[in-house]
């Protein structure tokens, strides 16, 4: 990463064979002044209902309003727009989903759109995550399980470089944003730049390379090792892919730095300077650490008081052997199992304080996009009372300090307050976006939490419907009565900026004026799909009498069921059948999700089962068949929770961009009469 001459200024010093001598710590600003234009590349130009979109998001975002919301139909090109929007304001970018297909699927579309700029991937980094857990009815202790993605950990360390190093990033996230990392002060303080011509040892690098948890070995060369030979030091940076970096010493001088392949050892570039970063995201200094190791003690021997006092010996006993023993491995290693739960005092935080996360590293004019934010805004509440209910358990039973509540994802009020603006995108919007999106909103509108989970099944507003139509569907069973806007009992005030409405008209500037923007007309020009529904007699041979016929015309087919062992055992029958068939649910892995959806696409075979297919957002235009099948258990009707028609349409079938074809509905055996 290359950065300017006036940053230049911290020179590496050694250290001697019996004591270590401290590195000068070196300031970083947030963001340096690496400065590059958004540039937009796509052989598309705006059409439809996207350009008037475009021009007043824009227009609402350089006003300074902090809530707008783009309400449009799914394939009329939401991501296009926003693209075309953070070329014009031309800030940094957080654009968060609420899971990691569709936020792998941003991130393929975002890199596509900014070949040029930094477009970063930042997901929780586990294929596999068990957490801690007490369960005091059966006296369980489930002890922490978990496996790494590494390539997903490099793309989240080369998200944080990023942030810190230019102004040009797009950093497309899951939930995963809200939970914390290392603070931005001690990243920056981690970081390890080297220039040609400069005065220090080799010891005195290797032994910062060990500070920023690399490890050496070499014989396997791989990312966020080194490996040293002779006067040769070879760095693998754990934020580069398939690339090196060779340090040539004459003496206590650096006389070479040289990008190089790894795999071949061929040189590709001469470097000036270059600066390392750190190989996991949660570093802390030595200073920090020392005094981290006394406060964690401090706070241990009050807490074995606490519980003493109350007879509960047990718990006292328990944690004391716990927490003496991850101090024991924090002070000889640096490191132990949990050290997450630590946080609080590695980064020297007061108790209660929010954690440090990836939005930290962000300036502060950045722009906030969540896509689907009927999903994504109730997914971030979410979070935080999940992670409390939890600990809570484990701490009254004597198995974590305290302070581990501290180790948690921000709260709704916490992500609100260090989000600057904000751009909700849904095809159904939730009353939470809608109400937020005027004119003079400097903070927001909480959710009223007795309606969350009930009513947000409904959405506030469709694209294109009336203020008489969402009075209808919204007091279903209650007296008709004629909406009133803004009346105490009458129908919710609807604010849209219809498509008709010219961008110059777009009122930006007066108080309570509406900041929700329709798309409507789809650049393609493509209508929603026909729906049939069918019922449960001979729905598996309906189905693949359906399929054949899609597989004759080289199209594709999703196929969605309620369990993932359906899914399985389904896919299983008419692979046996002869057709070309993958399932596809939440036990595979992240990246193999991803190319499973590619191999569909790629017509390596034809029809996907799962039982989540219809994720809003999946962009898998090939396919032109959706077969809903339903448990034949009459029992789930009574169930499930009451949806509008509309959303049901718009919020499943509009996910697919049919070429006009019929999708069949196995609707829980309920015939078209």
């Known amino acids: 990463m290359f950065l300017r001459k006036a940053d230049l200024n911290s020179l590496l010093t050694t250290r001697s064979s019996s004591k270590w001598r401290v590195f000068p710590i070196r300031f970083v600003p947030t963001v340096l002044d690496y400065r590059m234009p958004f540039q937009l590349e796509s052989n598309y130009k705006p059409r ?44 940094p970018t957080l654009v968060i989903s609420h899971n990691k297909t569709l936020a792998a699927q941003l991130y ?38 978990s496996s790494i993605n590494e390539e997903i950990e490099r793309l989240r ?20 944003c809200i939970y914390g990392i290392t603070s931005p002060e001690d990243y920056e303080r981690m970081l390890l730049t080297v220039k040609r011509g400069q ?78 970063f750190p190989a996991k995201q949660f570093v802390t200094p030595a200073d920090k650490l020392n005094r981290a190791l006394t406060t964690i003690r401090a706070e241990l021997d009050d807490r074995i008081k606490v519980l003493e006092s109350q007879n509960k010996l047990l718990e006292a006993q328990r944690l004391k052997m716990r927490t003496e023993y991850d101090l024991e491995m924090l002070q000889e290693m640096g490191f132990c199992s949990g050290i997450e739960n630590y946080s609080r005092h590695l980064s020297g935080r007061p108790p ?29 509440g979410g979070m935080y009372e999940g992670d409390k209910s939890r600990k809570t358990v484990l701490v009254d039973y004597g198995f974590r300090l305290p ?58 507003v469709l694209p294109g419907e009336s203020v008489a139509a969402v009075y209808d569907r919204r007091t279903v069973g209650q007296a008709r009565r004629l909406p009133s806007s803004g009346s105490a009992g009458g129908a919710p005030a609807l604010q849209l900026s219809r498509t008709n409405e010219p961008p110059e008209k777009f009122d930006v500037h007066t108080p ?86 590619r191999g569909l696409r790629a017509a390596d075979f034809d029809i996907l089962v799962g039982i989540n297919l219809l994720r809003e957002g999946l962009d898998l235009p090939e396919v032109s068949l959706v077969c809903i099948l339903a448990q034949p258990n009459f029992a789930y009707s009574n169930r499930r929770p009451r949806r509008a028609p509309h959303q049901r349409r718009s919020g499943s079938f509009r996910r697919h961009r049919d070429r006009q074809h019929a999708g069949v509905d196995f609707d829980f055996g309920i015939s078209p009469g």
């Open 48 to 91: 439809g209902d996207q350009s008037q979109a475009i021009a007043k998001l824009a227009k609402s975002l350089e006003a300074g309003n902090r809530h707008q919301t783009l309400l449009g139909v799914t394939g009329s090109g939401k991501t296009f727009t926003i693209a075309n929007v953070i070329r014009e304001i031309d800030r």
């Open 108 to 145: 393929s579309e975002f890199k596509q759109f900014f070949p040029r700029n930094a477009v970063e991937y930042f997901v929780s980094y586990f294929d596999y995550y068990q957490p801690e857990a007490y369960i005091p009815r059966s006296d369980t202790y489930i002890e922490k399980d």
């Open 157 to 176: 360390l080369s998200a944080t470089s990023a942030l810190l190093s230019r102004r040009d990033v797009i950093v497309v996230a899951s939930v995963s």
């Open 403 to 460: 302070s581990a509540l501290d180790n948690r994802p921000l709260n709704f009020p916490e992500f609100m307050k260090l989000t600057n603006q904000l751009v909700y995108v849904s095809a159904t919007p939730a009353e939470f976006e809608i109400q937020n999106s005027v004119v003079g909103n400097k903070g927001y509108v909480p959710h009223k939490r007795a309606r969350i989970g009930e009513d947000e099944l409904v959405p506030f």
């Open 199 to 276: 005065h220090t040892s080799r010891e005195a690098v290797l032994g910062r390379l060990v500070d920023m948890l690399y490890e050496r070995n070499d014989m396997n060369f791989s990312r966020g090792r080194f490996r040293v030979r002779g006067d040769v030091v070879e760095v693998y940076p754990a934020t580069a892919d398939e690339e090196a970096v060779r340090i040539e010493f004459f003496g206590d001088e650096i006389d070479a730095i040289t990008r190089f392949d790894p795999l071949t050892g061929h040189a590709r570039e001469a470097l000036s300077i270059i600066t390392f």
């Open 512 to 597: 309570g004026k509406p900041l929700v923007v329709e798309q409507i007309i789809r650049p393609t020009g493509l209508l929603d799909p026909r729906i049939t529904i069918r019922g449960l007699k001979n729905q598996i041979d309906d189905t693949i009498e359906l399929c054949r016929q899609r597989v004759e015309q080289q199209e594709r087919v999703l196929v969605t069921t309620l369990t993932k062992r359906t899914a399985e055992d389904l896919a299983d029958y008419l692979r046996d059948v002869g057709l070309k068939v993958r399932y596809l649910h939440s036990d595979i892995d992240t990246i193999e999700r991803v190319e499973i959806l």
């Open 352 to 380: 209660g304080s929010k954690p440090y996360t990836i939005i930290d590293f962000f300036p502060k004019d950045f722009l906030t996009v969540v896509d689907e934010s009927h999903a994504t805004i109730p997914q971030i």
